[in-house]
C-alpha cells in the first residue's frame, strides 16, 4: 500500500513539475491545468505563425526572378484592400534597382502611397501603392501584371549594370 502511495505522489509530482515547466516556457500566469494547457496552445500556434513568416522570408530570398545577373531579387505582389502590397528583396545592395523599380510603378500609373526601403546591406523595397483613376477609364491592373513590370524593371536595371562594367 504504501509503495501504491508513494508512485502516485513521485507521479503527481512530475505531473506538477512538467506543467510548472510548461508555464514557464510559455509564459503563462495561469494557475490552473486547463488554463495553462490553453496558454500553452495560444503559444504553440504564434511560434507556428512566425515559423510561416520566416518559411516566405527564406523562399522570398532563395527565389530568384532576375535571370540576367547574379544577384537573386525577389518579387511579391499582393492584392489588398484598396491597392496592392508590393515587396521586392536581394541579400546584396542593388545600386539604382529603385530607380528602374519607380519608373514601372510610373508606367503602370501606380501611385505609392507608403513605402519603406533600404538598400545599404541588402535591398528591400515594402510598397503600399494603388492604381491612380484617370476620367478615361483606364483598364484595370492585377496584381500578376505588376509583378511582370517590376521583374521587367529588374532585367532592365540588370542589362544596365553590365552594360556599365
Not at 515559423?51 to 530570398?61: F, G, H, L, T
Not at 532576375?66 to 545592395?93: M, W
Request: charged share 30%.
Amino acid at each position: 500500500m504504501r509503495n501504491m502511495i508513494s508512485k502516485e505522489r513521485k507521479r503527481t509530482a512530475a505531473s506538477y513539475k512538467k506543467l510548472q515547466m510548461l508555464r514557464s516556457i510559455t509564459n503563462s500566469h495561469a494557475r490552473s491545468k486547463t488554463s495553462i494547457i490553453v496558454d500553452a496552445t495560444k503559444y504553440i500556434e504564434e511560434l507556428k505563425q512566425r515559423v510561416e513568416r520566416m518559411n516566405q522570408d527564406i523562399a522570398m530570398a532563395q527565389n530568384p526572378t532576375c535571370h540576367n545577373t547574379l544577384i537573386p531579387v525577389k518579387v511579391r505582389v499582393e492584392a489588398q484592400d484598396k491597392g496592392y502590397l508590393i515587396k521586392v528583396f536581394s541579400e546584396r545592395s542593388c545600386r539604382g534597382l529603385l530607380v528602374f523599380i519607380l519608373e514601372a510603378f510610373e508606367k503602370l500609373g501606380l501611385e505609392v502611397l507608403q513605402a519603406r526601403v533600404s538598400c545599404s546591406e541588402c535591398f528591400l523595397l515594402e510598397a503600399i501603392g494603388v492604381i491612380k483613376d484617370d476620367d478615361e477609364g483606364s483598364e484595370s491592373v492585377d496584381s500578376q501584371e505588376i509583378k511582370r513590370a517590376v521583374s521587367q524593371a529588374i532585367q532592365n536595371w540588370s542589362t544596365a549594370q553590365v552594360i556599365n562594367e
